[in-house]
């Protein structure tokens, strides 16, 4: 007789260090996206960025919301509040594809495995109510 494997946030595991192992990658993405949202507005300043972002194609204006998500989806993911909201967010750190590609393979991947154990407000699902969200 096989007994099912443990629930932890909706990914069912028989490894007692995976609600761990969540936690330790979506604290360390939160404070990458807030470290890259600080970049942008103390060190290179929002009209730099905006002419860099001009420079590699990008409408300039965008990079104010882009600051702004980085800022707000990290400290989001950091707390625990609603994070598969928090994760719908991608950067481009313009050394390249194959960091920001990462970056957004690596929320995908957190957003689809669930909020985990260790979170402030769980996050609700899409056409559901907050009534009828998983606790």
């Known amino acids: 007789m096989s007994e099912k494997a443990p629930v932890i946030g909706h990914v069912r595991t028989g490894d007692a260090t995976a609600a761990p192992g969540l936690l330790l990658l979506r604290i360390g993405l939160g404070v990458m996206f807030v470290a890259h949202g600080l970049t942008k ?18 409408a300039g204006w965008l990079a104010y919301p882009v600051m702004f998500v980085e800022l707000v989806g990290g400290l989001l993911l950091v707390l625990g509040v609603q994070t598969r909201w928090g994760l719908l967010m991608f950067t481009n750190s313009g050394g390249g594809w194959q960091y920001p590609v990462f970056l957004a393979v690596a929320a995908f991947a957190l957003a689809l495995s669930g909020d985990a154990r260790f979170v402030l407000i769980r996050s ?7 009534r009828e969200s998983r606790p």
């Open 124 to 130: 609700t699902r899409l056409g559901t109510t907050k």
């Open 41 to 58: 507005l103390l060190v290179w300043t929002l009209p730099d960025t905006a002419q860099f972002f001009a420079s590699a194609g990008f």
